[in-house]
Structures are given as structure tokens and as C-alpha cells.
């Protein structure tokens, strides 16, 4: 059936009303000038046939020749259909009658499938699209099929297995009450409704499509692992560089050292011996202080670090870390109030952390303007504050210092790898703290280390 | 002569601290571990021993008890810096004091300084002593300058003058101080602490004699 029901519908009504009324207007006429009665008959079905098709329009052809025969050829108020020429003329109408709508039903059809097709061209396309720009290509073809053939869920299968789903949750259960086969493996199930044979070919495409936006999604998480892997392995690589220079290098001086004051064949005064010394003493300081950091930052990374919180005054610890930095650390301004509420923390990650960042803050320090210690609380938070006035870190890099062996700006041998802060920020967290840099008002880093207030015991 | 037992399983260290202590005038005895240590402690009878946490055979704190089930011969303790709470645990367990590795050898010494002071309480304890540019009279409680303290501060500041360089632990001093009930209520140390430096510290937030061991206890430094 080509045309549509509203159109055959509107073209019985329209040969039921319009009949009785051009019969009624010509019986009202006096007299028809010619035969004008035929013509008008003939316009009214091709008028039904245009409108209604095929069968409005041999209905109003028969309807249309039983009139003309009763009321307007003679001998009127009768049929006479035995006449040869009636049976022509009806033979005529009918046969009129059914070409035009033919051609009607033709020309509806051909139509119709111009308007499918180009519909489903549209369709396809915007699939097409879906695959090559969206964010999530599968789930949004996925649901674009769900919406334009009107489906409750919309599932992608794969060996048995669902691999994607969209649509109500809860519908997709049970047996598909269409399926359709994307290539060997893969299998696209509908519900909600079943597909008409039509729309299959619609289906096909979308299938394939989901086929090839599937195996892109996997491509894309595969090239996303293989992209942090190879980033793991760019750091490994760079760590491996940084620690062994940064090894090797205490070590040499200190054996160096020591080799020299115990080689037989030389002796040195009482100033050379006592530098010697120093210089042994010194490098195995350094190298103490890395391995110490490696070793936390390994067991930090293997989970192995035990935690044990306790109650403790921040203004206590603070002094405890600046004695470890040594002479150095008496420069720093310390602005911590006794009366601040306990941190409840590790009391030896803790002073790790600060004797970290003190000392980062202490080696960007220009010498007159050494850093400052300030702590605050709020609420159960209590902040401390390591502020320095040295060069700084612009916003957009303050991540990078964070990241192990990414020490800014030119590099020095003295100060050991950049795993400090790495290592700090990664204690502060194990303790359920932040630490978060900031800038100094003037100029300068400020390191905000945030812990959890302790409980009073 | 004072005769220290060092029990460490590490060769290189056990050379280091026998020469440098020899060097000193100690006696030294030593051991590579744990059951090695507590014969050698019953046979010499050592006035001090330095015990290394990580021994092959058995646990540092098994070892302290196996010396204080006979003996109250101070003990140090040295470990590792990851170590804190088997620190807390060996300083439960009886230990006198810890030092971490690598520690250096001058504060290795002070240490075995003031617990073998400590450890002689046949020497006549000064009655006064200095805290910066305080002369603090222990017999009659009074501080150059006039400053007064409660009977607690007191009690608190005599503990830690009279042993001078001493860990004296938070438990030891609640339990001293405050009394056998008093466990973990380690704020009030941090409180009664504070308000000593305020009264006797050039800079309270920076104190150079009245210090915190994080966690441990507290220290007074001469």
C-alpha cells in the first residue's frame, strides 16, 4: 500500500460526499449545456484516484457510471446498463480510474522511498559521525540507534558477553527481541520492540559501526596504558640517572677521602687530615640522607609505610626538625603558638616532612631572608606554613615540583635528588594530610601542610 | 672502668664503635646477636650496653627483657629510621635511650654519657645547674631572676635537670610527675612543657635546652 491511510481515507470520504453532491448540483441545473455531465463525473474520479489511489477511486468510478446511468442518460429514473455504449463508458471510467491511480500510487511510493532513503542517509551519517568525533563513539551510537527506532535498551554483545549497554536499566534483561550480527564475535540485541525487515538494514550499519567504535575505544585504552608505561618508564630511566649520579657521587668523595688517609706512602699535616675528615663525614651525611629518602619513598610506593598516629604538639616538632637540619636550620624563623590544637600524626613521618620542606625552602632562600614556620587551625584542620622568599614557582608548575626528580631551575650536586618534596607530600597524605604549595605575598613559595587535629588525650 | 656490651650483627659497626670506644677508655665487649648478647651481658656484667634493633635471631625488645628479668643496666638502642614505633616499643620494653641510624659518633657518646651518669647515683648531684642564663637551685627551688613555678613545673623540671642529656620518657614522666594512673595523657606534658619554656627559654619556640623527642619524650640539654 503506497499511500498513506490518512490519504485513503480522505479519498473515501471524499468520493462518498462528493457523489450525492455534484449529482444533487447537476439534478438542480435545468439543462446541462453538452455533455458536461460525463466530464464532470470523470474530473471527480481522477479528483478520488489524485487523492484516495486505487480503490476510492473504482469505487467512485462504478458509483460515479451507476449515477450518469440513472439519473442523466435515458431513459432516465432507470439502468440501462445492457446498452453496449453503458458498458463501454463504465469500462472507460473504471479504466481511468485505475490508472491515475497508479500513477498516484507510483509516484506516493516512489516518494516515500526518496524520503527513507534519504532519511536513512541521514541516519547513517550522523552514526558515521558519532564514530569519528564523539568522546564515548560507542555509547552515543548506541543510543542513537535506541532513539531512532525507538528502543528500551540497546545492548552490544561480544561472545555472550555485554560489552556495552545503554537504555532503561532493567529492560535489557532477557532474550533480545531482535538481534542483529555485527561480524563473527560481536552481536547488537534490541528491546523493546521488534524490527521491521525494513529497518534491518539500518540496524546492519549501526552494528558494524558499534563494531568499529568498540574495537577504537580498545585501541584508545590500550594506547592510553601503553603512553603511562611508557611514562613510568621515561621516570624510571630518569630516577635510575638522577640516583646514581647522585650516589655515586657522596660516595666517591667520602672513599676518596678515606683512601687518601690511609695510603701509606703519604702523610698529611694535622689541617689536611682534619679537611679529609670533614669532607668523609660530610658526603656520608648526604649520602645517609638520600638513602633515607629512597627507602621511605620505596615503602611509601609498596604500601609498607606504617602510620602510627598519635597526639602531638606541632610546636614541639617543628624545633626537633630544625635540629636535624643542623647548623642551617637555626636561621629559620619559627612562628608556631603553644597553644595550637594537637596534630594527630606520626611523630617521625612528621618531622620527615617538615625537615623536607624546611629545607627545600631553606636552599631557595636568598641568605638575608631566611624562611618562615607559622602555624594556624581551623576547624579540625591544623595548617602549618613554610614560607620562603626565594625566587618562587610560577602557578602552572607548582604540580611539577611534586613529581620525583623534576627539581626546577638549574641543578645543584649539594642538595641531593628531588625526591624531597615527592616524598613529603606523600607522608603528609599516608598521615591524612595535604601538602600544598602556595605563593608568598612578596615573592617566594609557601608550603601549606595541612593535618588532622588530634583528640586531646 | 665502664664496660660497654655492643650487640649490632654488622661487622664494620661493631669495629667502628669497639675502636672508637676503646679510644675513649671504655671497655668493650660485643656480640652479633641477640642470644650471644645475653650470655655475654651475664658473664661481664657490663655497665652499659648498646643494643641494635635489627638482630638476626630475636626482637630488641625480647633481648631488653631477657636483661631487665636480672639486671638494670642501662641500655641504648639503635635503629633504624623507619623504626619509630619498634623505638617506642624497646623504650616500653626498658631501653634508656635510642639513637638512630646512622647516628654520629659524638652523639653516640653523649648519650652513653648521661645514661652512665645517670647510672652511678653515688655521684653527688649538683644542687645547681645552668639553663641558658639560669642558675636553677634544684635543693632550694629557686631560678636566678626570680622566676617562680608551680609545684608541678617543679616536679617536671627536676626530673629532666637531674639527668642531664637523658631521654626521659613520656610515660616516665606522667607516671613520676602525675602519678601510676596517668598514661597517655601526653598533653598535659606538652602543656606543663610549654609553660616551662615560656619561664625559662631565650626563645620558647625555639628551645635550646628544654627539647621534645617527637613522640618519645623529652630532653634536657645542658
New interface residues.
Given amino acids: 500500500m503506497a499511500l498513506s491511510r490518512a490519504r485513503r481515507i480522505a479519498g473515501w470520504v471524499v468520493a462518498l460526499a462528493a457523489l450525492p453532491l455534484l449529482t444533487g448540483v447537476l439534478l438542480a441545473l435545468p439543462e446541462p449545456p453538452l455533455n458536461i455531465d460525463i466530464l464532470l463525473f470523470l474530473a471527480l474520479v481522477v479528483g478520488v484516484a489524485l487523492i484516495g489511489g486505487r480503490w476510492p477511486a473504482v469505487f467512485a468510478a462504478v458509483a460515479g457510471t451507476l449515477l450518469l446511468n440513472w439519473f442523466f442518460t435515458p431513459p432516465y429514473g432507470r439502468f440501462a446498463v445492457a446498452q453496449s455504449h453503458n458498458l463501454l463508458a463504465l469500462a472507460l471510467f473504471v479504466l481511468v480510474a485505475v490508472a491515475v491511480s497508479w500513477v498516484v500510487d507510483t509516484a506516493a511510493r516512489t516518494t516515500r522511498e526518496a524520503e527513507r532513503a534519504s532519511a536513512e542517509a541521514r541516519t547513517l551519517a550522523s552514526v558515521a559521525t558519532a564514530v569519528l568525533t564523539g568522546e564515548r563513539p560507542l555509547t552515543a551510537l548506541l543510543d542513537r540507534l535506541r532513539e531512532t527506532f525507538g528502543l528500551d535498551t540497546v545492548a552490544l554483545v561480544e561472545s555472550g558477553v555485554t560489552v556495552a549497554e545503554v537504555g532503561r536499566p532493567g529492560s535489557g534483561a532477557g532474550t533480545a527481541d531482535a538481534t542483529v550480527q555485527a561480524d563473527q564475535n560481536l552481536t547488537v540485541a534490541l528491546f523493546g520492540r521488534t524490527l521491521e525487515a525494513s529497518d534491518r538494514r539500518v540496524v546492519e550499519a549501526f552494528a558494524v559501526q558499534a563494531a568499529v567504535a568498540l574495537r577504537q575505544e580498545r585501541l584508545a585504552a590500550e594506547a592510553a596504558t601503553a603512553k603511562v608505561l611508557a611514562e613510568a618508564d621515561r621516570m624510571r630511566t630518569a630516577l635510575l640517572a638522577a640516583v646514581s649520579h647522585d650516589l655515586r657521587t657522596p660516595l666517591a668523595s667520602a672513599k676518596a677521602s678515606v683512601a687518601s688517609l690511609r695510603s701509606p706512602d703519604v702523610t698529611f699535616d694535622d689541617e689536611d687530615r682534619a679537611e679529609l675528615l670533614a669532607t668523609a663525614d660530610e658526603s656520608?651525611?648526604r649520602l645517609?640522607r638520600l638513602v633515607?629518602n629512597l627507602?621511605?619513598m620505596s615503602?611509601l610506593q609498596a604500601g609498607a609505610?606504617?602510620v602510627?598516629a598519635?597526639?602531638?604538639?606541632a610546636?614541639?616538632?617543628?624545633?626537633?626538625a630544625?635540629?636535624d637540619l643542623g647548623p642551617a636550620g637555626?636561621a629559620v624563623l619559627?612562628?608556631?603558638p603553644?597553644?595550637l590544637p594537637?596534630v594527630h600524626a606520626?611523630?617521625?613521618?612528621?618531622?620527615?616532612v617538615l625537615v623536607n620542606v624546611i629545607g627545600n625552602a631553606l636552599r631557595y632562600s636568598p641568605p638575608d631572608r631566611p624562611p618562615m614556620v607559622t602555624g594556624d587551625s581551623h576547624g579540625d584542620v591544623v595548617e602549618l606554613r613554610v614560607i620562603d622568599h626565594g625566587p618562587g614557582i610560577p602557578a602552572d608548575r607548582w604540580e611539577d615540583v611534586f613529581l620525583p626528580f623534576q627539581r626546577l631551575g638549574d641543578r645543584d650536586n649539594h642538595t641531593g635528588v628531588g625526591l624531597g618534596l615527592a616524598l613529603s607530600r606523600g607522608l603528609a597524605e599516608a598521615m591524612g594530610g595535604t601538602l600544598l604549595p602556595d605563593e608568598t605575598p612578596g615573592g617566594g613559595l609557601t608550603m601549606i601542610l595541612t593535618l588532622p587535629a588530634g583528640k586531646?588525650? | 672502668m665502664t664496660r660497654i656490651l655492643v650487640v649490632d650483627d654488622e661487622p664494620q659497626i661493631v669495629r667502628a664503635l669497639r675502636i672508637n670506644l676503646k679510644a675513649r677508655g671504655y671497655e668493650v665487649d660485643t656480640a652479633p646477636d641477640g642470644a650471644t648478647a645475653l650470655r655475654a651481658a651475664a658473664e661481664h656484667h657490663p655497665d652499659l650496653v648498646v643494643l641494635d634493633l635489627g638482630l638476626p635471631d630475636m626482637e630488641g625488645a625480647e633481648v631488653i627483657a631477657g636483661l631487665r628479668g636480672w639486671t638494670s643496666v642501662p641500655v641504648i638502642v639503635l635503629s633504624g629510621r623507619a623504626d619509630s614505633a619498634d623505638k617506642v616499643t624497646a623504650l616500653d620494653a626498658g631501653a634508656d635511650d635510642y639513637v638512630t641510624k646512622p647516628f654520629g659518633v659524638d652523639e653516640l657518646l653523649a648519650r652513653i654519657r648521661a645514661v652512665t651518669r645517670r647510672s652511678q647515683p653515688e655521684e653527688a648531684e649538683a644542687p645547681v645547674v645552668r639553663l641558658g642564663d639560669r642558675e636553677v637551685n634544684l635543693a632550694e627551688h629557686t631560678i636566678s631572676g626570680g622566676v617562680r613555678l608551680t609545684p608541678t613545673e617543679w616536679q617536671l623540671l627536676e626530673h629532666l635537670l637531674r639527668h642531664p642529656g637523658k631521654l626521659i620518657t613520656q610515660r616516665d614522666l606522667l607516671h613520676d610527675v602525675w602519678g601510676p594512673q596517668y598514661r597517655t595523657e601526653t598533653n598535659y606534658l606538652r602543656q606543663y612543657m610549654a609553660r616551662l619554656r615560656r619561664k625559662l627559654e631565650a626563645d620558647p619556640a625555639r628551645p635550646r635546652h628544654l627539647l621534645t623527642e617527637p613522640g618519645m619524650g623529652y630532653r634536657f640539654r645542658p
Wanted: glycine fraction near 10%.
Fill in positions: 656520608l651525611d645517609a633515607a627507602l621511605d615503602r609505610l606504617g602510627a598519635v597526639g602531638l604538639g610546636e614541639e616538632v617543628v624545633p626537633a630544625l635540629d637555626r619559627v612562628r608556631v603553644a597553644d594537637m606520626d611523630p617521625g613521618l612528621l618531622e620527615r586531646p588525650a
